[in-house]
């Protein structure tokens, strides 16, 4: 089984995983902290495909609490329904008897000589000519201190003034995991979950949200070092927000797409 970018532990049950949940894996104010979403959704990828031996083509999150640093979160994997090429499974995350996320999924892999994609990486500078962002708590341990950031277009980070709405609510941001980490599939869930991050800059306001879900489906990873994260906030409306992203490796493969709603948080106090 691969190294993931946490330490998803397996037992003596085929079908029972568990995850030590530190700070680094969380997110949140100071004393608050809560396991970031992206590796809830990741650590039950990486429990289903270690339980069917293959690799998951879709999953789909549902976040109904929080686990706080120090609890130990149980994943069970249930395989309804397993055929030659393809199984259709399911996650329940839990600290003790409090259900954390539920995660449905489909695994497989089907021989096929047809590989394409008409959808293309938008025009960005490499990431080493843009700017890294600032986190909101550069002195905190957490999720976000170990992946870096930066900024191809649009606002990400901390920000105090108020701007014009953004025109088509797009942020483009370059991330890659600090460290030997690989992007792989469990990767790209955990950077999927960066969607909210374009809450912000689509209002011009000091804005983001809380994953209600989070959905991610898989092309084709290829290596590389740095993923090039095409965000797009559709809309918001009755306090909850909507948005995309597209995930590109540095030669321009599609690797990934994803989508979630959001409950619509504001932090500033301006009209």
């Not at 449905?104 to 890294?132: D, F, H, I, M």
């Not at 879900?213 to 994260?229: A, G, M």
């Amino acid at each position: 089984m691969p190294e993931h970018f946490f330490n998803l532990r397996a037992t003596h049950n085929p079908h029972r995983w568990f995850l030590p949940l530190t700070e680094n894996l969380c997110v949140g104010p100071p004393g608050q902290l809560f396991m970031f979403g992206g590796v809830g959704l990741a650590a039950a990828i990486g429990a289903m495909e270690g339980t069917c031996k293959r690799p998951v083509v879709w999953a789909t999150a549902q976040y109904l609490s929080y686990a706080r640093p120090g609890s130990i979160v149980d994943l069970d994997v249930w395989v309804p329904a397993e055929g030659r090429q393809t199984s259709q499974a399911r996650v329940i995350a839990h600290v003790g008897d409090k259900e954390i996320l539920t995660v449905n999924a489909a695994l497989g892999e089907r021989p096929s000589e047809l590989s394409r994609q008409w959808v293309q990486a938008p025009a960005a500078p490499p990431p080493e000519e843009c700017v890294e962002s600032h986190r909101w708590r550069e002195e905190q341990e957490d999720l976000h201190s170990q992946i870096e950031v930066r900024v191809a277009r649009g606002r990400h980070g901390p920000r105090s003034e108020v701007s014009p709405p953004s025109e088509d609510g797009r942020l483009i941001l370059w991330l890659r995991p600090r460290g030997d980490h690989p992007v792989d599939s469990t990767m790209l869930a955990i950077m999927a979950d960066h969607v909210p991050s374009g809450v912000g800059a689509a209002l011009g306001r000091d804005a983001g949200g809380n994953s209600l879900d989070n959905t991610i489906r898989y092309r084709q990873i290829v290596p590389t070092r740095w993923v090039l994260c095409d965000i797009s906030i559709q809309a918001v409306h009755g306090g909850f927000a909507h948005g995309d992203m597209r995930l590109f490796a540095e030669t321009g493969e599609l690797m990934a797409t994803a989508s979630q709603s959001m409950i619509l948080r504001v932090r500033d106090q301006k009209p």
